[in-house]
């Protein structure tokens, strides 16, 4: 049997299919990793006690599956938003959870809202399922197109908020006007709202349409562990809860996740330096005259500009390459036009951003790249 002909027993869309590509995890160490979006910094030292309190002496409890629902954790993230419950679905990842979304929401009459450029994993998800995608495009500003959000008739509609790869986050009083015409389920990707101005959590005892996703990989500096959650009505979450896997989230991630959310403070310390850490990258590249939207996230999305000023696909190129030959590792998106010159750089460590402001001069000051 050939390939093709083994490959003809799957279902027809797949031929058509475009996987998602996730950042570089390079294997070796030496690199300045600021391509993910990956916490910086540890997570809570209770987490790691935590994993090793319910592995034990011999692993013996791992003999036995997790609880299904991931129940205690699920009452640890209700009682951390004031919120019930039955208000909550735990993911592995939020990506899990924007899977079961589509589940629930998408099919080939069913569309699936987005706006774009945002996540590039949404219209992979809708792909699997042989969806219908229906895309709002942004402008160079970044405004949310609230009317044309507004209008359409897709049954859910995803906003990433704050926005990647962009880092522009929006207000609530946007995301009000949106909920208050669009008659479907608008979702909230909120996996950078740690980082942010505001957050949609106010808005949900309002709003039974809505539906916020938030991740633990962020923020809590556990993307390792694939935990991630929704918050929402009763039965959005009931309904996510159908078409989830019975064992979704391992033993080890339920109690990391719960020992994580229980150490608030050292969570809004590590928080405060990213944030501050991002505020002085920023003011870095303002004095470089590189032209950088305002970030509300643990990333900074800049246009970089040579030493004669010139920008563009081919500056952004140049200079992606000049850093990973340094092993330095941000994150290109080179297929958008809205994104084609920009680099997405993520918030490390004040040593890090040091070689990564120092290769940015060695950049610079290499023989002018042609644009
Ligand atoms: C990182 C990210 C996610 C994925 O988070 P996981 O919980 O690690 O699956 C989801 N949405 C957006 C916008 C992200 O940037």
């Not at 939020?94 to 080939?108: A, E, P, T, W």
Request: hydrophobic share 40%.
């Amino acid at each position: 049997m050939s390939d093709s002909d083994l490959r003809s027993l799957a279902l027809p869309h797949l031929a058509r299919l475009h996987a998602y590509t996730p950042g570089l995890q390079p294997g070796e160490s030496g690199w300045v990793k600021l391509n993910t979006n990956e916490c910086p910094y540890s997570p809570s030292s209770r987490v790691a006690e935590a994993i090793r309190r319910e592995v034990g002496e011999d692993g013996a409890s791992l003999r036995l599956y997790p609880n299904p629902t991931s129940q205690p954790l699920r009452s640890a993230v209700a009682r951390l938003h004031g919120l019930n419950d039955d208000q909550v679905c735990i993911g592995n990842g939020s990506d899990d959870i924007l899977n079961l979304i589509v589940r629930v929401f998408c099919s080939g009459a069913a569309p699936l809202g987005q706006t774009s450029p945002s996540y590039s994993l949404y219209p992979v998800l809708v792909e699997i399922q042989d969806g219908r995608l229906e895309t709002v495009p942004f402008d160079r500003t970044m405004h949310l197109p609230i009317e044309r959000i507004t209008a359409s008739s897709a049954p859910a509609f995803i906003l990433t908020t704050p926005n990647a790869p962009t880092g522009v986050g929006f207000p609530n009083a946007d995301l009000e006007r949106i909920l208050a015409g669009y008659r479907g389920v608008l979702v909230a990707d909120e996996a950078y709202a740690p980082f942010a101005a505001e957050n949609a959590l106010p808005l949900l005892a309002r709003h039974p349409r809505l539906l916020v996703v938030r991740t633990l990989s962020k923020a809590y500096a556990l993307a390792g562990m694939r935990v991630g959650y929704a918050l929402g009505h009763p039965v959005l979450i009931d309904l996510l809860d159908r078409v989830r896997d019975s064992y979704n989230v391992n033993r080890l991630s339920q109690v990391a996740a719960i020992a994580a959310l229980q150490d608030v403070p050292y969570y809004d310390g590590v928080i405060a330096r990213v944030k501050a850490t991002r505020d002085a990258f920023l003011a870095d590249l303002g004095n470089r005259g590189w032209f950088t939207y305002p970030s509300e996230t643990n990333f900074i999305f800049t246009e970089p500009r040579t030493a004669r000023g010139d920008f563009g696909p081919a500056v952004a190129r140049s200079l992606y390459d000049f850093l990973c030959a340094n092993k330095v590792l941000v994150r290109y998106f080179p297929s958008h036009a809205l994104t084609a010159s920009f680099l997405r750089i993520s918030v490390g460590t004040d040593a890090e951003m040091g070689v990564l402001n120092r290769t940015i001069e060695a950049w610079l000051k290499a023989a002018a790249p042609n644009a």
